[in-house]
Nanobody
Framework: QVQLVESGGGLVEAGGSLRLSCVAS????????MAWYRQTPGPQRELVAR???????YYADAVKGRFTISRDNAKNLVALQMNSLKPEDTAVYYC?????????????????WGQGTQVTVSS
């Protein structure tokens, strides 16, 4: 059973910083791309940032220059450093990981999600 456990959310004033962490645990062969999404009330989750196992990154335009995603492959950990936070960053943040269970490409990759952590930025 693969689990993703997030930590680090909370309440912060506008202009402040928070650091989110997510650790993937369980019997896995490899963890490929890891990412952070966020969701405000409504059905849509927005991709915030993602990072491949090789360290290539992508950021949504809304967070470029303010957020930094990083990972520790040995610990199956992904972090999101959030600086210069704005009230519009308020959301539930979710960690996602693409996991494989064998070296056979045709066995595919499976998506797992964390339970979410609330980030609230006050004005």
């Amino acid at each position: 059973q693969v689990q993703l456990v997030e930590s680090g959310g909370g309440l912060v004033e506008a202009g402040g910083s928070l650091r989110l962490s997510c650790v993937a645990s369980g019997r896995m062969f490899n963890v490929n791309t890891m990412a952070w999404y966020r969701q405000t009330p409504g059905p849509q989750r927005e991709l915030v940032a993602r990072i491949t196992s090789g360290g290539d990154t992508y950021y949504a335009d809304a967070v470029k220059g303010r957020f930094t995603i990083s990972r520790d492959n040995a610990k199956n950990l992904v972090a999101l450093q959030m600086n210069s936070l704005k009230p519009e960053d308020t959301a539930v943040y979710y960690c996602r990981a693409g996991v494989t269970f064998s070296s056979n490409y045709y066995d595919g990759e499976y998506d797992y999600w964390g339970q979410g952590t609330q980030v609230t930025v006050s004005s």
